[in-house]
């Protein structure tokens, strides 16, 4: 059985397409026969409202709810706090509740791990678990980072869109040195792209100079879209709502991309597990 990639969609820059990267990448593998967990890491809670609830302070067991059980060492159950949702992936909510969590985290013991306890007892029926980021690098963030096998960077393609990155793999590099040692940048994707301008195919350029040689730009690259902003009100992926057009097909090709970034990895870890018998 091929291991449970965790998967941060993180850019402490808010309107990049964060939430609904993850939405939509996540239906887009489901498709694929991937079986998909969502977090709503952000105490805005706009994955959980893309994703049809509406009412999230209604929700009996949100991400704090299990977060707050592992800083008190109470039992975790995971499974309580999941929501189905009709296109085949699953999602642990969020509400304001979460930003208090923040301050909770300050005095816990082994603060960094906190999120991770609250998914290592469900990671195992899913192929991919995808956490949707708050626009920041506070303690919510970090306990992402430190849950994640990889991270992939959205990157709306504005001017000065790669601004504040430095800071951004800077905290990914410190996360990996001293609290989780296998993250790895999974690649940066560029969204919100406008075909009608050369300055996407520039901010495209500027990242690959900056950031080219060490971590993966992926060929795929998300335009902009009225329609993905109506989907979010309805409830449903740009891949439901409107399954034709250039947003929903360039999300399936990211996946792809993902995907096969999988296959490479999980031949390599098989070769290494024959060299070693």
């Not at 008190?72 to 979460?98: F, G, K, Q, Y």
């Not at 195919?201 to 971590?215: A, D, R, T």
């Amino acid at each position: 059985m091929n291991k449970c990639e965790v998967i941060a969609i993180a850019n402490q820059k808010g309107g990049v397409g964060k939430t609904t990267t993850t939405f939509n990448l996540g239906v887009a593998l489901a498709k694929s026969g991937r079986r998909v967990l969502l977090i709503d890491a952000d105490p805005q809670g706009d994955l959980t409202t893309y994703m049809g609830w509406h009412n999230a302070d209604n929700l009996p067991i949100t991400l704090s709810t299990l977060m707050g059980r592992s800083i008190n060492d109470l039992e975790i159950n995971s499974s309580e706090a999941i929501l189905h949702h009709n296109e085949n992936v699953d999602l642990i909510p969020t509400n304001l509740e979460l930003a208090s969590m923040e301050v909770s985290l300050v005095n816990a013991m082994s603060r960094e791990y906190t999120m991770r306890n609250c998914i290592d007892d469900i990671k195992n029926k899913y192929d991919f678990v995808l956490i949707d980021c708050m626009p920041s690098l506070g303690m919510i963030t970090i306990n992402a980072l430190a849950s994640a096998d990889k991270v992939i960077i959205p990157v709306q393609s504005e001017f000065l869109a790669a601004k504040g990155m430095n800071h951004l793999m800077n905290t990914i590099l410190k996360v990996k040195k001293n609290i989780n040692p296998k993250l790895d940048v999974a690649g940066i994707v560029l969204t919100i792209v406008d075909g009608r301008r050369n300055l996407s195919k520039e901010i495209g350029e500027e990242l690959k100079e900056s950031y080219g040689k060490v971590f993966k730009l992926y060929d795929t690259q998300i335009p902009r879209a009225v329609k993905a902003a109506e989907s979010s009100r309805m409830g449903e992926s740009i891949l439901s709502y409107d399954k034709d057009s250039n947003v929903a097909k360039s999300y399936i090709e990211l996946a792809k991309e993902v995907l096969n970034d999988e296959r490479i990895r999980n031949k390599t870890r098989d070769s290494n597990e024959l060299q070693s018998r």
